[in-house]
């Protein structure tokens, strides 16, 4: 039999340095430990005494697991043995624990293809291995997810172009579960008004690496129509480049046609109130004025109070007829280049009127031409202003500032009122959110003025945001292009 005994110093530096990882050399059919440097006694949890011992000997809570018998067919065969991601059982700190490892049993030969030795190198994966678990269960809650949700999913490799739907995506397109279902066959089914979104959203998600999310309708024939949520986002690859364009497809038809049920209430209800409130209004302007006439001076102040809230009650449901064409995709922007100072000292004006308690400092606005809608800007200036009176019902003042940056025209509104707390300024801008607390409670209103204001802002390709903090007041801005 060889033994290591008969490798020369150099022969054993020679095949020591082939490893930088942790290194052992084992000889002889009982598997002698000859060497092992530190990092394998460390992913042993040994001492330097058990070279020289066999791996039964030295590493005893070994039996039992497969490495000491794999040793032994290396040395019988003279194959070379290598596995990945492996768990092991090591007593490190007075304790049994699993770990994964990346190794090598290198058979080690003569010249004449006498075994020599086995030359050991191992990784410590533990980690990565534990990553991946955590991924696959991750993953495996995912799908539970998409399944319990009943949503459709579906892959597209971008480089070879293949297309794998699952079967509920299949389903929601009327295709069998065999059916073979081109990817452009996804796009033909999406209503024509809709398609191109989907198209641009997609290639932005391509080229910029950003996740969609998306609703548009499906025509399946001509008297069935669906409507869909789509999510999508590009996943990268191990070399950087992002070849895979995955999506999850829900079904909102039924919220949807009873999100358009309930618009088209509103729209039909605020419509028809519409014309009553104008005549109501018509009246106690014609009465307003024979008063003052008459030198009626009571039922002068009674009817401008009246006409106050018919007026409140006009803006109320312009909001809510205003939100059913947003819904339904009416509303459109009557573009043209107007004065914004002018504009926003038209606006103070006309909230003035509605408070005796509140101080209107004016900044330094700059004289600017603003390229917009000039109807709807107005309608969001009164509103944040409004707001400002509104959440400040002790008065104080109410701080109005403009500033140009570049081609970028930015409005600020700040009160002393109520503040807003941080989970609530998440969610201003979204439709009927309103902010509930002590000292709202008494505030009338129903979530409108601000999500319109977003919207409006979004539509000018701007933006709007809140700061606040709860009991010193807020801050609303909003930015628009020149």
């Not at 995955?246 to 909102?252: A, K, P, Y």
């Not at 940056?405 to 801008?429: A, C, H, N, T």
């Not at 003025?449 to 802002?457: N, P, V």
Request: net charge negative; charged share 25%.
């Amino acid at each position: 039999m060889n033994s290591y005994k008969s490798l020369s110093e150099y022969d054993m530096l020679s095949i020591l340095a082939h490893s930088s990882n942790a290194t052992a050399l084992y000889t002889g059919d009982t598997i002698v430990i000859e060497y092992a440097n530190h990092a394998m006694l460390k992913f042993w949890g040994k001492e330097s005494d058990i070279i020289g011992m066999t791996m039964e000997e030295g590493v005893p809570e070994l039996k039992g697991q497969p490495f000491i018998d794999i040793l032994k067919g290396v040395w019988q065969t003279g194959l070379t043995y290598e596995a990945r991601d492996t768990p092991a059982k090591l007593m490190v700190e007075a304790e049994l624990k699993v770990f994964y490892f990346d190794f090598i049993y290198k058979a080690i030969k003569d010249q004449e293809g006498n075994m020599l030795a086995i030359l050991h190198t191992a990784i410590d994966v533990t980690e990565q291995v534990k990553s991946k678990i955590d991924l696959v269960k991750a993953g495996e809650k995912l799908r539970f997810a998409i399944e319990s949700a009943n949503a459709g999913t579906w892959t597209r490799d971008l480089r070879r172009g293949d297309f794998i739907p699952s079967t509920r995506y299949k389903e929601l397109f009327g295709f069998g579960a065999e059916e073979d279902m081109p990817y452009e066959a996804t796009l033909g089914f999406i209503h024509e008004d809709f398609r191109e979104l989907v198209i641009a959203a997609r290639e932005r998600a391509i080229k910029d690496n950003v996740p969609y999310s998306l609703e548009y309708p499906i025509i399946l024939n001509e008297d069935k129509v669906k409507w869909l949520k789509s999510y999508g986002k590009v996943e990268n690859d191990s070399t950087g480049n992002f070849p895979m364009l995955s999506g999850i497809v829900l079904d909102i038809t039924e919220q949807k046609l009873d999100e358009i049920r309930k618009n088209d209430f509103i729209a039909i209800v605020s419509h028809e109130l519409k014309t009553p409130l104008t005549s109501l209004k018509g009246y106690t302007q014609l009465l307003n004025h024979k008063a003052k006439k008459d030198g009626d001076e009571f039922t002068v102040g009674t009817l401008t109070r009246i006409e106050n809230q018919v007026n409140k009650m006009h803006t109320l449901i312009n909001g809510f007829l205003n939100v059913s064409r947003l819904e339904a995709g009416k509303i459109t922007l009557d573009k043209k280049t107007f004065d914004l100072h002018e504009l926003i000292i038209e606006c103070i004006e006309e909230t003035r009127t509605t408070t005796s308690k509140h101080v209107f400092n004016i900044g330094k606005i700059p004289a600017v031409s603003v390229h917009a809608d000039r109807e709807k800007i107005w309608a969001v200036v009164c509103n944040l202003l409004s707001n400002a009176v509104k959440y400040a019902p002790g008065g104080g003042d109410i701080d109005i500032d403009c500033i140009r940056q570049e081609d970028i025209i930015q409005v600020s509104i700040k009160d002393e009122g109520m503040g807003i707390r941080p989970y609530d300024l998440e969610k201003l801008f979204d439709r009927f959110y309103r902010v509930e607390n002590e000292r709202s409670n008494s505030i009338t209103g129903f979530g409108i003025g601000l999500y319109l204001s977003a919207e409006i802002i979004k539509g000018h390709q701007g933006k709007i945001w809140a700061e606040s903090e709860f009991g010193q007041g807020a801050t609303f801005h909003f930015a628009i292009p020149l």
